[in-house]
């Protein structure tokens, strides 16, 4: 099995695809858990590949957690783990001058206007 990133950031709405690249003889099965409860497939939550992605669309707040992903044969058991953070954007404002900073994804730089 593959390690997986420890730890994963994304903002509230950003899609999520946590990869579980496991192999064996035979081929093992693979499930999901998310702070101890099996994952289940739902409106928002998706599985490709046999299971070796899980795909969150839209992230939640709720969506963040310990996840880990389970490969299983009749040789054994494997578990990775890998904690998501799923966070809010937000809004400052400094004093003086009266600025508002506002905090966009980490993959934008953020704008100051000054009013």
């Not at 494997?78 to 994804?105: D, S």
């Amino acid at each position: 099995m593959r390690l997986m990133r420890s730890e994963v950031v994304v903002s509230i709405g950003d899609s999520v695809v946590l990869q579980c690249v496991a192999s064996g003889a035979p081929m093992p099965s693979i499930i999901w858990i998310k702070d101890g409860n099996i994952v289940v497939r739902s409106s928002h939550v998706v599985f490709a590949e046999a299971g070796q992605f899980l795909v969150i669309a839209e992230a939640k707040e709720e969506d963040s957690g310990n996840y880990a992903c389970e490969a299983a044969n009749s040789q054994g058991t494997v578990r990775q783990r890998t904690q998501l953070f799923v966070q809010t954007g937000m809004w400052k404002i400094l004093h003086p001058p009266i600025a508002m900073l506002n905090l966009v994804p980490a993959k934008s730089i953020p704008t100051i206007q000054i009013i």
